[in-house]
């Protein structure tokens, strides 16, 4: 398990953007399950929409990048700097995530070349798939 203290060195986020609060599981240059606690205090709430909040659909898939992000930075442990998306396919919203909700995000290596990585991304609530993506990032060093 990996706890938010060692998060918060290999991610470059910070509050309110850090979308991982917590690493279930992690297999080197494979896969990583991470968790993020959906709270009524998130900033975005407020605005998406104020008598019916949801978590914008963007947010869920920034938070599976950042979750491959820490795959990527634990994998090479000498690698620091930041993430940047290339792009993103595939994706899809099937569920609605609202306060209280515990979004689990699985992620699994498709394809790592140097400083491109191609990651298959799902997220869950109750293990019911909330949202999927492919995603392909960039590693930049620090």
């Known amino acids: 398990m990996i706890e938010i203290n060692e998060i918060l060195t290999l991610l470059p986020h910070a ?24 709270t009524f205090n998130e900033p975005f709430f407020p605005g998406h929409f104020p008598r019916n909040p949801v978590m914008p659909g963007v947010l869920i898939i920034e938070a599976m990048a950042q979750t491959a992000g820490i795959l990527a930075f634990k994998s090479y442990p000498d690698l620091r700097g930041n993430v940047f998306f290339i792009g993103i396919d595939n994706a899809r919203f099937r569920k609605p995530v609202t ?3 515990q979004l689990k995000l699985v992620l699994r290596v498709v394809k790592h070349r140097k400083e491109i990585w191609v990651f298959d991304g799902e997220a869950f609530v109750d293990e019911k798939k909330v949202a999927e993506a492919r995603i392909m990032a960039t590693l930049q060093a620090s």
């Open 99 to 101: 306060p209280g909700d």
């Open 15 to 38: 509050f309110p953007f850090l979308l991982v609060d917590r690493v279930l599981e992690y297999e080197p240059e494979k896969r990583i399950v991470g968790l993020k606690n959906v």
